[in-house]
């Protein structure tokens, strides 16, 4: 299939052929990696990395104080029922 590159700002661009995109199961914003061989451009759809809860844990500690929260300024609203302190 032929197409023709194109300006894109400072780059070149190629669109992809929409039957392509749906065959690979590939939407608008997904990540793919993008490989040159020799004279060949070669285009793979990025695997879905699921992150473990040790690197989601390693993630969410390094967040500054501030975007973690802290449940102690969390607003639980009004107490209601069997769980109101006197």
């Known amino acids: 299939m032929e197409v023709r590159l194109q ?3 400072n ?6 052929p929409s039957n392509i995109l749906k065959s690979l199961d590939l939407k608008t914003n997904d990540k793919v990696d993008l490989i040159q061989d020799k004279d060949k451009i070669i285009i793979t759809k990025q ?3 699921h992150k ?11 967040l500054p ?3 973690k929260g802290s ?4 607003d639980w609203g009004n107490d209601i029922g069997k769980e109101k302190l006197d």
Request: charged share 45%; aromatic share 10%; net charge negative.
């Open 7 to 9: 300006k894109w700002g």
């Open 71 to 74: 449940i102690e300024n969390y």
């Open 47 to 49: 695997k879905k990395k």
């Open 11 to 16: 780059s070149d661009g190629i669109r992809i």
């Open 65 to 67: 104080n501030e975007e």
């Open 52 to 62: 473990t809860l040790e690197e989601r844990i390693a993630l969410f500690e390094s």
